[in-house]
Structure formats: C-alpha cells, structure tokens
C-alpha cells in the first residue's frame, strides 16, 4: 500500500502523526486535496474566461489554465503518467519547502486577477492562492504546549527581549 501511495503523491508522508518536517500527515494530504481541487477549477474557469472578445481576458483564461495545469502536475503526478518529465519534476518540488509552494501558487493566482478581474478569475485564482495558503500554514509549524504557554505568560524566567538600557553598561561606556 506504501508503494502505492509513494507512486501517486511522491513525498507527501505516510501514516505516522509527524514526518521529519514536523507538518501533520493530514495537513499534507489536505494541501494536496486542495491543490487538486483548486487546478480542476481553474483550469475550467480559465476555459470559460477564455470564451471572450477582450484579448487581456483570453490572456488571464489561459494564463489560468496553464496554471491550473502546473498544480495538477504538482499535485497529482498520476494524472500526467503519460508525460516523461512528470514524474520526476513533482519529486523535485516535493523535496522543496513548503513555504516555496506558498510563493509559486500566491504568484500563479495573480496574473489573471490584475488582467481582467471578473468572476471566473477570482473564483480561479482564488482556489490557487487559498492552495498557497494551506502550505503556508504548513510552515508556521507546531503550537507550542499549554505549559511553555503558561510559562511565557507568567514571564517567570529568560524573557524574550532585553533592554539594553536595564544592564548600565551604557553608562559607564558611552
């Protein structure tokens, strides 16, 4: 079953809570949910933007498209097997960051929006850029416990800041 689902989402963990990373196995598998969803949906927003007479909304359409496109291929590699580079260039965006995803999909969403700002783009890139957003919530990481919470709050030992006028030194080295 590992094999399978190594072959259909290259890097996205297995069942144990914690990869290495410290992102949650279902907090990887819902931005890859998401980034499935949202590159179906642009790309079929991006064909009805397409079907216009303005020539800077056929851009944002297959502009949308494309990038609809590229996430599927990010994604969802098993869907493109038929293409040879496929496989190998979603493994070499699983290895990244996720924060990098965060950059590509946020920058992906906002060409079509600044081309021709209607529904189809904003419904499009919105999914693209919500996509961005769901990585990068992946890279705030872990909430610290209740203790250390407590513990901060009671600043009841080192405190984070310190103010440089509190040791005197300054006084005496001017």
Known sequence: MDKVKGMMFPGAGGGEDNSADGVPWWMKYLGKAAGITAGVVA???????????SPLCLVAGIWQVSAGFLMIVIEAPFCCMFLDFVASFAEMVERRPPWQKTVLYVVLALPPLFLCFSLTTLVGSGGIAATG?????????????????AAAARSGGEPDEKNIMDDGDWQTNP
Request: net charge positive; proline share 0%; hydrophobic share 50%.
């Open 43 to 53: 790309m079929l927003f991006g064909v009805w933007c397409s079907i216009t007479i």
């Open 133 to 149: 957003v769901l990585y990068g919530m992946q890279c705030i990481g872990k909430k610290a416990s209740a203790n250390d919470m």
